[in-house]
């Protein structure tokens, strides 16, 4: 690291193979700008002379290859070099990965299916972000799949999704997000329905399945998926599960010995587990925090990002226009079940809600399921499988007028009527 003005801000030059690590404040933000050489953040090339600028609270890492100089302006948590990180295994991971990318191209086969796993905070997503960018800059064209319902880099949080990477993340704001392919959990722990997060696990395998026999480019490219922090007991039968239904060739275990260990032994001898350690740059991040990703996230949704503002609407719904379910009837002892009705069916059943005040600040899934496919008892065949096609929330209940106010990225009317509740609620400040 070293002293001297760059730009107005501080200069740290790097030698090759070496990261700076970075911090921003509460309340503040940090510009970054590349002065010489080449560098990356987790995967995306960085433009000399353009600054960067990144939000409180978010945790960097400017990496280079060949060595370059930087200059950061304004207020750090902490900002400092390291020379000691993963890059080089996770570069060769993804050598190995490109390998098996071009065998598959040769032979006419599919390319990998990744799975990448292990527990809270060890830098999975990172991962995710670096082997497909790195992928993408090399003209494949991988599919990411979220499958972590708290941290979706994908959607809002409470989602399950897939999306095709034409390009690298931006440093900036992420993957840009062009028609992700999303399915409505309704929480942010697979732990509230395992059920229904198997089940959707399995369905994104196969929509990924199909589209994989039309597009040769998405075949080769495979995917990489990222998984949820919660390895232990059906949090691991789920790891199991998804392995399975995406039919993986590759687990990357990060930080685990014991979940690697397990995944050996659990896993077709033909998987590949590998573990890798993690970067000792990532940072563990408290439960505030991690409700605050979760906040800024649904508020990107409508609110914008950055540079770019959207302008969501508020109208009244009346409840007879629309038809709200909650997935998944609260457990009964299964002496109480009726006979020949598992507790699997009770949670994936689909409950319909009158809407009462309970109801305010809750997030709603659009859903795009077809209307016409109501059959009796109100139960519809189909709408847990059915992608969503936005999200609303519920700012007001009037149980008296029979309408709702809600929050809206469109003008009315819904495209849909079918929705969804999550057990997740945002409050809006605005
Ligand atoms: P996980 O997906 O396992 O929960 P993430 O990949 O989201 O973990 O990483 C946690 C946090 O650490 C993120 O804010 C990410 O930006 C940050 N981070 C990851 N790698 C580094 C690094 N090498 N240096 C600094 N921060 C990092």
């Given at each position: 690291?070293?002293?001297?003005?760059?730009?107005?801000?501080?200069?740290?030059d790097?030698?090759?193979?070496?990261?700076?690590?970075?911090?921003?404040e509460?309340g503040?933000?940090?510009?970054?700008?590349?002065?010489?050489?080449?560098?990356?953040?987790?995967?995306?090339?960085?433009?000399?002379?353009?600054?960067?600028?990144?939000?409180?609270g978010?945790?960097?890492?400017?990496?280079?290859?060949?060595?370059?100089?930087?200059?950061?302006?304004?207020?750090?948590?902490?900002?400092?070099?390291?020379?000691?990180?993963?890059?080089?295994?996770?570069?060769?991971?993804?050598?190995?990965?490109?390998q098996m990318?071009?065998?598959?191209?040769?032979?006419?086969?599919?390319?990998?299916?990744?799975?990448?796993?292990?527990?809270?905070d060890?830098?999975?997503?990172?991962?995710?972000?670096?082997?497909?960018?790195?992928?993408?800059?090399?003209?494949?064209?991988?599919?990411?799949?979220?499958?972590?319902?708290?941290?979706?880099?994908?959607?809002?949080?409470?989602?399950?999704?897939?999306?095709?990477?034409?390009?690298?993340?931006?440093?900036?704001?992420?993957?840009?997000?062009?028609?992700?392919?999303?399915?409505?959990?309704?929480?942010?722990?697979?732990?509230?329905?395992?059920?229904?997060?198997?089940?959707l696990?399995?369905?994104?395998?196969?929509?990924?399945?199909?589209?994989?026999?039309?597009?040769?480019?998405?075949?080769v490219?495979?995917?990489?998926?990222?998984?949820?922090?919660?390895?232990?007991?059906?949090?691991?039968?789920?790891?199991?599960?998804?392995?399975?239904a995406?039919?993986?060739?590759?687990?990357?275990?990060?930080?685990?010995e014991?979940l690697?260990?397990?995944?050996?032994?659990?896993?077709?001898?033909?998987?590949?587990?590998?573990?890798?350690?993690?970067s000792?740059?990532v940072?563990?991040?408290?439960k505030?925090?991690?409700?605050?990703?979760?906040?800024?996230?649904?508020?990107?949704?409508?609110?914008?990002?950055?540079?770019?503002?959207?302008?969501?609407?508020?109208?009244?719904?009346?409840?007879?226009?629309?038809?709200?379910?909650?997935?998944?009837?609260?457990?009964?002892?299964?002496?109480?079940?009726?006979?020949?009705?598992?507790q699997d069916?009770?949670?994936l059943?689909?409950?319909?809600?009158?809407?009462?005040?309970?109801?305010?600040?809750?997030?709603?899934?659009?859903?795009?399921?077809?209307?016409?496919?109501?059959?009796?008892?109100?139960?519809?065949?189909?709408?847990?499988?059915?992608?969503?096609?936005?999200?609303?929330?519920?700012?007001?209940?009037?149980?008296?007028?029979?309408?709702?106010?809600?929050?809206?990225p469109?003008?009315?009317?819904?495209?849909?009527?079918?929705?969804?509740?999550?057990?997740?609620?945002?409050?809006?400040?605005?």
């Amino acid at each position: 690291a070293g002293a001297g003005a760059g730009g107005g801000g501080t200069r740290f030059d790097l030698e090759k193979e070496t990261e700076l690590r970075f911090e921003v404040e509460a309340g503040e933000k940090v510009q970054l700008e590349l002065l010489t050489g080449l560098a990356e953040v987790f995967g995306s090339e960085l433009n000399r002379n353009k600054k960067y600028t990144f939000p409180p609270g978010s945790k960097i890492a400017v990496f280079t290859w060949q060595g370059c100089s930087v200059s950061l302006s304004g207020k750090t948590e902490v900002a400092y070099v390291s020379k000691d990180t993963p890059m080089l295994l996770y570069l060769n991971t993804h050598a190995a990965l490109e390998q098996m990318r071009r065998q598959a191209e040769r032979d006419n086969e599919r390319g990998p299916r990744v799975m990448v796993v292990g527990p809270t905070d060890v830098g999975k997503s990172t991962v995710c972000r670096l082997l497909l960018s790195y992928a993408v800059r090399l003209g494949r064209r991988p599919t990411l799949v979220e499958l972590d319902v708290g941290q979706s880099g994908v959607s809002v949080p409470g989602t399950m999704s897939a999306l095709c990477i034409e390009r690298p993340a931006d440093v900036e704001e992420g993957y840009s997000v062009q028609a992700p392919l999303v399915y409505h959990f309704g929480s942010t722990t697979p732990g509230t329905n395992i059920k229904l997060y198997n089940k959707l696990t399995s369905c994104l395998a196969e929509v990924f399945s199909q589209r994989c026999e039309v597009n040769r480019k998405a075949s080769v490219g495979g995917c990489i998926i990222n998984t949820c922090g919660w390895v232990k007991g059906s949090g691991y039968q789920a790891l199991v599960h998804c392995a399975s239904a995406f039919q993986v060739d590759v687990v990357l275990v990060l930080d685990q010995e014991r979940l690697y260990n397990e995944l050996k032994r659990d896993l077709p001898h033909f998987v590949r587990v590998v573990l890798l350690p993690k970067s000792g740059g990532v940072v563990e991040r408290s439960k505030d925090c991690r409700r605050e990703a979760r906040d800024d996230k649904i508020r990107e949704y409508f609110y914008g990002f950055r540079g770019v503002s959207f302008y969501p609407h508020a109208f009244d719904v009346r409840f007879s226009d629309v038809r709200i379910y909650k997935i998944g009837a609260p457990s009964i002892p299964d002496s109480c079940l009726p006979l020949g009705m598992s507790q699997d069916d009770t949670q994936l059943k689909l409950v319909p809600v009158t809407p009462g005040r309970d109801l305010t600040h809750h997030v709603l899934s659009v859903s795009c399921a077809d209307e016409g496919e109501e059959v009796a008892g109100g139960v519809r065949r189909g709408l847990l499988e059915s992608p969503v096609c936005g999200f609303i929330v519920v700012t007001n209940v009037d149980t008296q007028a029979q309408v709702m106010t809600v929050l809206s990225p469109a003008p009315r009317p819904l495209p849909r009527h079918t929705l969804l509740i999550m057990d997740i609620r945002f409050i809006d400040l605005k």
